[in-house]
């Protein structure tokens, strides 16, 4: 199973399993992952799990300032790699294959995974 980690602000450490079914981000009442932020809509983000492939995949639905996979604007329904970051509004999410336990354990996950992203290492 998966989860989405929320990597910073008000809401950081939060995580969202993700079971195989679809999960709404935003900060409308009625979504599955609640970001009360200004710059994101009250329906931002779509993560959906697609049965024939066996992934999930995200869409951002249309929201007023967009969402971002990597680093890259997200334009259509993109497949998620394991320690993708996702960035809606001023918010860092992180799409995990590992389930945290709580809310420290979530930190951890969303903290290794940066480590291996982004190489400390200089040639």
Do not use: C
Not at 41 to 60: C, G, M, N, P
Not at 107 to 117: M, V, W
Request: aromatic fraction near 6%; charge should be neutral.
């Amino acid at each position: 199973m998966a989860a989405i980690i929320v990597g910073s602000g008000p809401m950081e450490g939060v995580y969202l399993p993700l079971r195989h079914k679809t999960a709404i981000v935003g900060r409308g009442e009625a979504v599955d992952l609640q970001i009360v932020e200004d710059s994101i809509s009250r329906k931002h983000l779509r993560i959906q799990f697609d049965t024939d492939e066996e992934r999930y995949v995200a869409l951002d639905m249309g929201s007023r300032n967009g969402s971002w996979i990597n680093g890259q604007p997200l334009k259509n329904e993109t497949f998620l790699q394991p320690d993708d970051e996702i960035v809606v509004g001023n918010t860092k999410l992180l799409f995990s294959v590992t389930v945290p336990k709580d809310k420290a354990n979530a930190l951890e996950i969303y903290q290794s995974a940066g480590q291996r992203r982004y190489s400390t290492r200089r040639v």
